[in-house]
């Protein structure tokens, strides 16, 4: 089946530490790659996507996340944490008319 | 600029009961989506829509879910009869046109069903 993988499901980081969230997507078809975050109490929204080029891509937030073909993976980063990065972050991929969302990772950032 | 509106926020029934969600997408967004997110869990497309039409319903479990777009603008999601495993947030996302690379969704602040 075609899926995304989150390795991380819970982090646990103090401010200003590094942060990088694993995300492994499935061999086949276009990649098309996202990361989406949820803040406490908020809805869904896009951090960055990837669908070709560069792939270094810079997101909002200072977030960003690089694909390697070779490892199937598309870790999101963030070289130094905030308070307010504390959030549920999610990887997805879309793949024909699907999308496909990893079980997210819980990320708490402690002041 | 407007976002995608749910309502309602919360609702509370018990097994085999039915209930109806409501969405309105962005203004001008084509393509709508309806995912299911289980507790632990990430979402799961059940259904999309460009314009009135379904794309996608691959995943939508047609014996107790339905889901219509009669004028291409609001949606509604139907459970009937519901089961305690749909206990979950039912989220909308619409974006502008479902073919093109910068399709962003958006997403609304989704409905959460506990099934009793």
């Known amino acids: 089946a075609q899926s995304v993988s989150q390795h991380n499901h819970h982090v646990i980081l103090s401010e200003a530490a590094s942060l990088e969230l694993g995300c492994n997507y499935s061999?086949?078809?276009?990649?098309?790659l996202f990361w989406y975050v949820q803040y406490p109490g908020q809805h869904l929204q896009l951090l960055l996507k990837y669908f070709s080029g560069d792939p270094l891509v810079k997101g909002i937030k200072g977030f960003e996340a690089e694909f390697i073909k070779s490892k199937f993976s598309f870790n999101l980063r963030k070289p130094s944490v905030q308070w307010s990065d504390t959030a549920e972050y999610f990887c997805?991929?879309?793949?024909?008319?699907?999308?496909?969302f990893g079980t997210g990772t819980s990320l708490t950032v402690i002041p | 600029e407007a976002g995608v509106a749910q309502s309602p926020r919360y609702k509370i029934i018990e097994k085999r009961q039915s209930v109806a969600f409501w969405c309105n997408p962005i203004?001008?967004?084509?393509?709508l989506y309806w995912y299911q997110q289980i507790l632990g869990q990430g979402p799961k497309l059940l259904i999309q829509?460009?314009?009135?039409?379904?794309?996608?319903d691959s995943q939508l479990p047609k014996d107790r879910f339905s889901a219509e777009r009669l004028k291409g603008v609001d949606s509604t999601l139907k459970i009937q009869p519901a089961k305690l495993e749909d206990s979950a947030v039912y989220l909308c996302?619409?974006?502008?046109?479902?073919?093109?690379?910068?399709?962003?969704?958006?997403f609304g602040p989704g409905t959460r069903l506990t099934v009793l």
């Open positions: 997805a991929r879309r793949l024909g008319n699907q999308f496909y």
């Open positions: 996302a619409s974006s502008l046109e479902l073919q093109t690379s910068y399709n962003e969704q958006f």
């Open positions: 061999y086949g078809g276009t990649v098309n």
């Open positions: 203004s001008g967004h084509a393509t």
């Open positions: 829509f460009q314009n009135n039409g379904v794309v996608d």
